[in-house]
């Protein structure tokens, strides 16, 4: 078995050394963040992903995954250095490659040996030739026997373990087929489908993955906006749709937008990269402009509802991006949040996993211990993540407890029917009724 360098302990890195190491690998994961490595070492895990404790927990006993903030140890007899550092956006949606270059040069300084550095990290098409170029001029002469290769991760925050283990596919680019070999032995175990290209090309399917995905989610948005003026049912729209081979379900369920770690930025970055290059990316702009506008709907309808939502007192359920995370990165309830404070609401929240990651930035956020406490003496309920312990809840005593009983389903989870029957004011995302010559959402 290989010798692996993982460089970086984000999602991506700590995901993807706890796999390696539990596919029989000795993979060491190196962080410059100190306080991180030690939680780590003490088993405290950075983020919530299922199953992610178990597998680090279980090869670290059996001496297969090591952490540490040392260069020289990280990458001492490595074979395999990945680089899954984080590439944040910029003001114009450029990718920030500072810890890359940092992770290139390490490697240069230090290594000595013959050795793969493969890009895991997302980054701008090109960067591949970058980092081999930064390692060369590091090097000032020296000789060094490395290849680069591109190989995109396509981890869902959630099921990031199954989608290492179990993956649709593999995709490496080199500009020698034998280093992206070499790295597609790594995956053999998996028997899933690999797919060898060149760099740029490797590079590209991750971007280009990413925005289509972005764009099925808008289109069944806009779709939705449409159902609602005009009486259908988004919900069976997108059924009908996804029974078509050549669409397919996934990623067609109307609700408040694409938001977390992945999605905002490469679609932005994608867009950058087409408008540096002389392209017009018009179809990348109108993702992200609908994707906008969703957020800022569900803010009128209750506006609407409520006729003002100055001093109204808002709940809203969930403040991860998705379920199965406590990631709030570009999550949807921020953003509406944001817009129902700006307008003068007090806003209360719950999220399962997500509470100490949003107490630092929702500072004016009353944050609450159940979903009961969110609706009581509320004007309006706003659901934005559809976590499981959501779909079953006691409408009955949040009825009671409500002061104005108003529900914005903002994912389309509950009965809207039964809700009305109880009382309740029912909005929902493009399910269009319509009852005495109006239509409602």
């Known amino acids: ?39 780590l070492k003490s088993g405290i ?31 001492k007899n490595a074979e395999f250095a990945f680089i899954a550092v984080g590439t944040p956006s910029g003001v114009d949606g450029e990718a920030d490659l500072q810890y890359v270059r940092q992770a290139a040069e390490s490697i240069a300084d230090l290594v000595e040996w013959p050795i793969i550095v493969v890009n895991k990290s997302t980054v701008p098409v090109g960067t591949g ?22 190989n995109p991760e396509f981890l869902r925050e959630g099921s990031a373990i199954l989608d290492f ?149 808002i709940g809203v359920l969930g403040l991860s991006f998705k379920p199965n995370t406590d990631d709030i990165r570009e999550a949807p309830a921020l953003e509406v949040i944001h817009l129902l404070e700006n307008e003068g609401a007090s806003v209360r929240a719950y999220d399962p996993q997500a509470m100490q990651a949003a107490a630092s930035v ?20 706003l659901l934005a993540t559809e976590w499981n312990e959501f779909k079953q809840l006691d409408f009955g005593i949040i009825r009671q407890t409500m002061r104005t009983p108003i529900i914005m389903d903002s994912r389309n989870l509950w009965d809207g029917e039964q809700l009305r029957a109880m009382g309740f004011t029912y909005f929902s995302i493009g399910r269009g009724s319509k009852t005495n010559g109006h239509t409602q959402g």
């Open 129 to 150: 030739d970058w980092v081999a170029e930064v390692i060369t001029r590091r090097r000032n002469g020296r000789p060094l026997d490395f290849n680069v290769v591109s």
């Open 45 to 75: 895990m950075p983020i919530y992903e299922p199953g992610l404790e178990q597998i680090v927990d279980q090869n670290v006993r059996h001496g297969r995954l090591s952490f540490t903030t040392d260069y020289p140890e990280a990458l």
């Open 362 to 381: 929702l500072p004016r956020v009353r944050l609450c211990e159940t979903a009961y406490e969110v609706a009581e003496g509320a004007d309006g309920l």
């Open 165 to 313: 283990m179990s993956p649709d596919r593999v995709v490496l680019g080199s500009l020698h087929r034998e280093a992206a070999e070499k790295v597609a032995r790594l995956y053999l175990s998996l028997r899933c489908p690999i797919m060898i290209t060149d760099l740029r090309t490797a590079e590209m399917v991750k971007y280009a993955s990413n925005a289509f995905l972005a764009t099925r989610i808008s289109f069944i948005n806009e779709i939705a906006n449409i159902c609602e003026e005009l009486g259908a049912d988004v919900r069976e729209v997108a059924r009908g749709m996804g029974l078509d081979k050549r669409i397919g379900p996934s990623f067609l369920d109307a609700g408040l937008g694409w938001g977390g770690s992945c999605f905002p930025k490469d679609v932005k970055a994608l867009a950058h990269m087409a408008v540096l290059h002389g392209t017009h990316p018009q179809l990348l702009q109108a993702v992200m402009d609908i994707n906008r506008n969703q957020r800022r709907r569900v803010v009128v309808k209750l506006r609407r509802a409520l006729g003002t939502l100055d001093q109204k007192v």
């Open 1 to 39: 078995m290989s010798r692996i360098c993982v460089i970086g302990t984000g999602y991506v890195g700590l995901v993807t050394g706890a796999c390696f190491a539990d596919l029989g690998n000795t993979v060491v994961c190196l962080d410059v963040d100190e306080t991180r490595i030690n939680r």
